[in-house]
Every structure is written in C-alpha cells, then in structure tokens.
C-alpha cells in the first residue's frame, strides 16, 4: 500500500494520470487489459486499437447525427523536417505516444496537446539513403510502462513511458553494409517485441528479410527468422528455409540477396499464441537475373504465422509466386470472426497490394476467399484449389512493356483498412493506378538501372505523363490515346471503399481523387456510424458507415496521409490524426496539384477535433522562391545527357524537378552550387537526410550531374524571366 502510494503521488507530481489501485501509472497496457479493450473506448491501446488491429472505435459520443459539429480542438507541431507522417497515434489513460521522422518518439497530453516529454533517437544521418521512402515512422508500441520504437537507422528503442528515458536498445541490423533501414511499428507478441526492417527494393541487390524477437524487459534477442534461403551452400539459420532453397533458382549469385523484408503489416493472435507478417517483394524484380528456373521465390510475398514463443512456422500462405510487380504482402492485417458459407470462422484479413482481398483461417492458413477488391488485369482469379493467381498476358512486361493494374503502389498499401465489427465492412483506401512496366535491358532504353526499382521502371502514367519523353529514355511505352482507352473511367484515381468481407463485394463508394495519385490517407470507423478518412488535399472526409453517405468535411490545410484515431478525456470525445506530405510520394513526382502541401507550408503535427470546435488553423502559405540565375553552364552536351541518365538512375527516388517535399535541385543557390561535390559525395547535408554517395558515384559523375542540374536550372530560369517580361508588357 505504501508502494502503492508513493507511485501515485509521483505520477501527480508529474502530471500522469493516476489509475486504479495496483495499476502503473503510465503506459500500462498488458494482455488483459488489451483482450478486454471495448470494456475502455476512451483509450486507443495499439496502432489499430484493438488486439485485432480493426482501426474499430465503440465510442459513440460523436456520430452520424452530430459529427456536422466537428470542429477544432488543438494542434501539437513535431518540430520536425517537413517530411511524411504515417503513424497512427496511441492514447493511453489521457497521455498520446507517437512517433515521427527518423523514429522520434513523443508524449503529449491528449487533452490539450501539451507535451510531457519528447525522445531524440539520434539516428544515423549517414543511413538516410537506406529507406526506399522518406524518413517515416509507422508508429509505436506501448506494454507494461514501456514505449517501444525503432529508429531509421534499425535500432529497437525501449522507453520509459512516463519520462521517456531509454531502458535499452537493440541493433536489429545483421549487415550494415547493405541498404536495411527501419519504418514499421514494433508488435508485441507474448512477452516479446518484434520488429522487421525495409530494404527490399534498395541496391543492385537488395537485402535479406527477416523478423528479429526481443524480450520486453531486457532486450535480450529470442530468435530470429529469415524468410529467404541464405547464399546457396550456406547453412540455413532456420529449418524452414530448406523449402524455400527449392523455390529460388541454385544458380543466384550470392549478392542478390533476395528481398521478402517485413517493413509492417504484423498482428498477434493470443489465443493461438501466432505470430503474423506479411513479406515484401522478391528481388530483383526481374527473377531472371537470378537463373532461368522460373521458381516460386519463398517466403516472398507470403503471409507467414509463427509460434511467438518459438518462432518456428506454423504455416504460411504465398500471395503472389514469382512476385515480378513489387507485389508486398505486406499490408495491415486484421483478425476476426466471420460467418463464411454459413460457418463461423476465425480469420485474418488483408486487402493485398495485388488487388485481392484474402480471408485466411486464422490457425491453419487456409484460404478461405480471395475476391478482386480493386480493378486488375495481372490475372484473371485465384484459384482455389491451388491458392495461386491465374495470370493474363498483361502481367508478362518481359522484353515488351505492358499497362498493368494494379501499379507497383499496390491497389492498396501501408495506409490502413479498417473493419467494423457493427457493419460487418471493410474500409479500404483504395488505389486505382496502373504501372508502365520497363525491361530496362531489353527495351531500348538509355537508362539500364533505376534505384528503387533494379533494371526495370514503372511508369505512372498520370496526367503529367509524357511518352514522347519516356520513349526517349526508356524505349517503347505505350502513348497517352493507349492508356487511356485501357479502361471506361480515369487511369488514375483513388477512392474509398466499403467492402463486405464474407460476400466478396463492394458495398459503397467514393472518388477520393482523380487524374493525379493524391496520396489519401488511412481509415477509421467508430461505433458512431462513422467511417473517417483524410484526403492529400488536406480535408478530413466523414462518411455514413452503412450507407456511405457524406456528413462532414473538415478542411485542415495539412495533406493527411496516415489513419485518424479516436479517445475520449473525461467523457469528451476526440477525433486525432497525424499529418505532413512524403513518404512514397516523393519517389514519384512533384507534389499533386490537389495536395494541400503545395498550398500551405507541409508542417507536421497532430490536429486533435471535437464537437463544437473551431476552424482548424491553417498553416503558413507555401511561396516558391524564385529561380535564381544559374552558374555558367561549361559542360558539353554529351556530360549534361550522362548526366540525365545518372540522375534518373540515382537521385529521382527522392528528388524531383517540381515542387517536393526534398529541395527543387534547380533553384540551388551560389552556394550550394559551390558545395555541390560535398554535398553529394560526402555528405555534408547528412542530417537533413541528403547521406554521401561516393560509394556509389565517382566525381566524374557528380560533376555530370551537377551539369545536367544547371542546365535544367537554365530552361526554368528563362522560362520564368520570359514569362515575366510578357506580364510587364501586357500591363
């Protein structure tokens, strides 16, 4: 009793809220009380809420016959670059925890926004190259007075959850000489913290997945599972890889690596005490590097279940054998039970980047469905017997490129679904966007390697798409008149969807953006009738769950890319979502015409909403500074084109000529220009997340494409000197 007391009266003396008699006084979340989390809707315990990861609230306070009040409640600024923001935040007993860029961790109180304390992982910089896209975090884990985080850098943080102090760290990396980096939540499993690492896509030969397990309190590594086979003639360091060894081609060499990382998508079951994740995509992406053998490539783009305690598989499923589209299983997973053909079933759900909604058994792995959610021409069905994708013509982009549906950003991907035990639905951002597919090697193309991509390209063919200019860099792509009649509506769009899982259909429906990839954002459901969902253009959408119709749009100036949450502080509900532009989209192009980061400045913060709120405070105007005049450009013609092809080979993953979330490289200044060499290959913009790349580029390069820079500069800088002086004539 004593004890007891004095712990409440620290947690008084710092602001914490004081709990039950026995109970921690922060971050005090255990297995009991996660399995009983409807019995607590003021709370959002995990990422997806609940054990079963449903983005699901009971709260009801704020529903489809009030939310037209939803207004302002407060805004809390992460201080941190303007990047992208994904992570779902956690309210637990009146305190938020959050993560950020580089794998900041925050608290803040969720009343006010006031913060409590904020965690600096002191990430690598010089590892800022490794994430395929941006700086992000997906978010925290939160278990018995710890708050449990991994940096960029893939470092497993443990802190302490009422002052944020490191109780320890974990290197989860096994080679740091290869591109791994860290971006997904941690997942709590039993008495363990599991974490995974990204990297699938990055080098000429990628890295190799696996899944690491740490024990809660110490730190200490449990196990550890690969999830593809080692070097041929290596020891496997697990017995499950002696299958897979038969499914990649013996004659690989050994520094392609493989890919099949778990960058996110885990859940746990307690129950069955099983582990699940989902794999990235095999690679390269072109398997015939590899060998001849036209193989399955295991455990790539499998869901895998394992005993948590043990981490040896219990089954796993393959969603897309010989994955050649950048087809991740790896989006979020949710558990529940559901009545299919008039059994009831416990199962897992994913709507999968290949455009097929899987309902598995829950224990067995069994397939239980694999309906089209999304518009595809890849295949045809999956077959039920086999449980493998029948394949069309139109996935084969070998030699020839090919239109296919869904593009390598999945009909859906990281952003989450959300599934509503009320309505029996799924909500799911949907991403209605095809992929020019290149054989770089054997198309004609001036380009033979793009970073992020291997020696293939996938082209968005949005409305800024240009074949005349793609053919001149890649070869033979089909023209603006051939995408367009490929199907009856826009190319290129997004919506959401309402879909019900035991029938395999779409419910309801909305456009959420049209010609142009906005980048909308997660999904939220309540018990309130309500479906929330935010938009690049910077609105928060609330929609009827049962009928889809729109009751509210809240306009934010910020683009929201990452699921809202819901809590409630003494009774008063709130609605929070986590804001700020990047992440893939800055692997694509310059920032979309709708976004609202082209219109106010891209500042990350949380925006917390209630009813009767005000208008949300908008943030600065975003300015375009002007061109500035360029140095003389000296080169010759043949250096500035050398210089295009290793720009586009090594630098459009993250820099793009237009407005971006990373700098306009054509409006570098004197002294930059000056700086340039330092810049690139030694990394002397390191903590801004600009690492050296003199591994990779000599100076003959660089210098190439500082060329190729200053003539681009060049063409915007006459441009806008011309465009002003037809103004001052017309006036």
């Not at 710092?14 to 109970?23: I, N, S």
């Not at 069309?392 to 390598?408: E, H, I, R």
């Not at 893939?584 to 709120?613: H, M, Q, W, Y």
Request: hydrophobic share 40%; proline share 6%; glycine share 8%.
């Amino acid at each position: 009793m004593l004890i007891h007391k004095k712990i409440m009266f620290t947690a008084m003396l710092l602001g914490l809220p004081v709990l039950a008699e026995g109970a921690s006084v922060a971050g005090n979340v255990d297995a009991a009380r996660l399995s009983n989390a409807d019995a607590e809707p003021q709370n959002w315990l995990t990422g997806g809420r609940d054990k079963d990861g449903t983005y699901y609230s009971p709260l009801k306070s704020i529903n489809d016959q009030n939310v037209k009040r939803l207004g302002f409640a407060w805004t809390y600024d992460l201080g941190q670059p303007q990047r992208g923001q994904e992570a779902t935040p956690l309210v637990i007993d009146g305190v938020m925890y959050t993560s950020g860029t580089w794998g900041y961790v925050y608290a803040v109180d969720a009343g006010s926004g006031k913060q409590l304390w904020r965690y600096d992982p002191n990430a690598d910089h010089f590892m800022a190259r490794n994430p395929c896209c941006d700086l992000v975090n997906r978010g925290v884990a939160v278990w018995k007075g710890m708050v449990f985080v991994a940096s960029v850098d893939g470092r497993l943080h443990a802190l302490d959850a009422a002052t944020g102090k490191k109780r320890w760290e974990a290197d989860t990396i096994i080679d740091r000489k290869l591109p791994y980096s860290s971006t997904g939540a941690p997942q709590i499993a039993g008495d363990l913290v599991v974490i995974g690492n990204s990297g699938a896509d990055m080098g000429h030969g990628a890295v190799r997945g696996y899944i690491s397990a740490y024990d809660i309190g110490s730190g200490t590594l449990k196990w550890r599972f690969f999830t593809v086979p080692p070097a041929a003639g290596q020891p496997y360091e697990n017995p499950e890889l002696a299958a897979a060894d038969k499914t990649w081609d013996p004659q690989r060499k050994p520094e392609y690596k493989g890919g099949a990382t778990a960058w996110d998508g885990f859940a746990y079951d307690p129950k069955l005490n099983l582990l699940y994740f989902g794999t990235a995509n095999a690679a390269p992406y072109d398997l015939r590097q590899l060998g001849s053998e036209h193989l399955d490539a295991l455990y790539a783009t499998c869901i895998i279940a394992l005993d948590a305690t043990t981490g040896r598989m219990a089954w796993y499923y393959q969603e897309t054998p010989h994955d050649s589209w950048d087809y991740d299983a790896v989006q979020k997973m949710v558990l529940a039970d559901l009545m299919i053909d008039g059994e009831a079933r416990s199962v897992i759900m994913q709507a999968s980047k290949n455009a097929f909604f899987y309902v598995l058994d829950r224990k067995t792995g069994k397939l239980l469905s694999a309906n089209n959610f999304a518009f595809m021409n890849w295949a045809t069905h999956v077959d039920m017997q086999t449980g493998r994708p029948v394949l069309t013509d139109q996935a084969d982009w070998y030699n020839t490129a090919k239109l296919t549906y869904p593009s390598w950003f999945g009909a859906h991907t990281w952003n989450p679904m959300s599934y509503s035990p009320q309505t029996r639905l799924a909500y799911i951002p949907v991403i209605d966007v095809p992929t020019i597919w290149v054989d770089l090697l054997h198309n004609g193309s001036k380009v033979k390697y793009v970073e992020g991509f291997f020696t293939v390209q996938g082209i968005i063919p949005d409305d800024t798409y240009d074949s005349k200019d793609a053919m001149r860099l890649f070869g033979a792509v089909p023209d603006e008149a051939a995408v367009k009649a490929s199907r009856h509506v826009k190319p290129v769009r997004e919506l959401i969807r309402a879909w019900d899982p035991a029938g395999g259909k779409v419910v309801w429906e909305h456009e959420t953006s049209s010609g142009i990839r906005g980048y909308d954002g997660g999904v939220m459901s309540t018990a309130g009738n309500l479906v929330f969902q935010g938009r690049g253009s910077g609105a928060l959408w609330v929609y009827a769950a049962d009928t889809g119709k729109v009751l509210k749009v809240v306009e934010t100036g910020s683009h929201i890319m990452a699921a809202p949450m819901t809590y409630a502080i003494k009774g008063e509900q709130y609605v929070a979502v986590q804001v700020g532009y990047g992440g893939t989209p800055i692997t694509v192009g310059a920032i979309p015409p709708s976004s609202a980061a082209l219109k106010f400045e891209n500042t990350n913060r949380i925006i917390a909403f209630k009813l009767d709120g005000s208008a949300v405070p908008k943030p600065p105007r975003r300015t375009e500074p002007l061109f500035p005049k360029p140095p003389e450009q000296k080169a010759t013609k043949a250096q500035i084109d050398a210089g295009e092809i290793t720009f586009i080979e090594q630098c459009t993953r993250c820099h793009q000529l237009g407005p971006s979330t990373t700098p306009d490289l054509r409006k570098l200044n004197q002294g930059l220009h000056v700086a340039f060499k330092d810049i690139l290959l030694k990394g002397a913009l390191a903590p801004a997340g600009m690492e050296r790349f003199d591994d990779i580029l000599s100076e003959n390069d660089a210098d190439n494409v500082h060329a190729y820079l200053i003539e681009q500069s060049w063409i915007a800088y006459r441009a806008q000197e011309s465009a002003a002086a037809h103004k001052k004539h017309d006036k």
